[in-house]
């Protein structure tokens, strides 16, 4: 991404999202943990809902059937239009210390397959699934759509 980008509540998001996202170089992200508004670090995540998972070195194919026998409860998996999935997963850490130790425990799981490290932190980004990176698409490839939490309409 380049730059602060743009910060906007959610139900504004979705009214400016209703508009078909240009196609841009560096694609479209979103911030998958709730801010507070006032800044883009960790310092300004409200909630400890999710964490993203993502490879660089290992082959799509090999992603997608990783996530597929993980014990993980995965929310959504996005093709980013390059070299990676990214996987979001459920973790809803009542703190940081809580995201922090569940987080590094599913890192650990994941170490001996070349997990992205640096995606760690609770303010990371994901990419937004429908928009362009280039002339490629960044596609949702499953959504948790049954799941009782989504179910309950929790916004």
Same mark, same amino acid.
């Given at each position: 991404?380049?730059?602060?980008?743009?910060?906007?509540?959610?139900?504004?998001?979705?009214?400016?999202?209703?508009?078909?996202?240009?196609?841009?170089?560096?694609?479209?992200?979103?911030?998958?943990?709730?801010?507070?508004?006032?800044?883009?670090?960790?310092?300004?995540?409200?909630?400890?809902?999710?964490?993203?998972?993502?490879?660089?070195?290992?082959?799509?194919?090999?992603?997608?059937?990783?996530?597929?026998?993980?014990?993980? =409860?995965? *929310?959504? +998996?996005?093709?980013? @239009?390059?070299?990676? /999935?990214? #996987?979001?997963?459920?973790?809803?850490?009542?703190?940081?210390?809580?995201?922090?130790?569940?987080?590094?425990?599913?890192?650990?799981?994941?170490?001996?397959?070349?997990?992205?490290?640096?995606?760690?932190?609770?303010?990371?980004?994901?990419?937004?699934?429908?928009?362009?990176?280039?002339?490629? =698409?960044? *596609?949702? +490839?499953?959504?948790? @759509?049954?799941?009782? /939490?989504? #179910?309950?309409?929790?916004?």
């Amino acid at each position: 991404p380049v730059g602060r980008g743009e910060t906007l509540p959610r139900d504004e998001w979705r009214e400016k999202l209703e508009t078909p996202i240009t196609k841009t170089a560096g694609g479209c992200w979103f911030r998958y943990n709730p801010m507070d508004g006032y800044g883009i670090t960790d310092k300004n995540v409200t909630a400890f809902k999710h964490a993203c998972i993502e490879f660089d070195n290992i082959p799509i194919d090999l992603q997608i059937s990783l996530f597929a026998t993980l014990p993980l =409860k995965i *929310r959504s +998996i996005t093709h980013s @239009a390059g070299k990676s /999935i990214h #996987a979001l997963v459920d973790v809803r850490g009542r703190s940081w210390a809580e995201y922090e130790t569940k987080v590094n425990a599913i890192y650990e799981l994941m170490s001996h397959f070349g997990i992205d490290a640096n995606c760690k932190n609770p303010s990371r980004m994901s990419r937004l699934a429908g928009a362009y990176r280039g002339s490629e =698409k960044q *596609r949702l +490839i499953y959504l948790n @759509a049954a799941d009782e /939490i989504l #179910a309950k309409g929790i916004r």
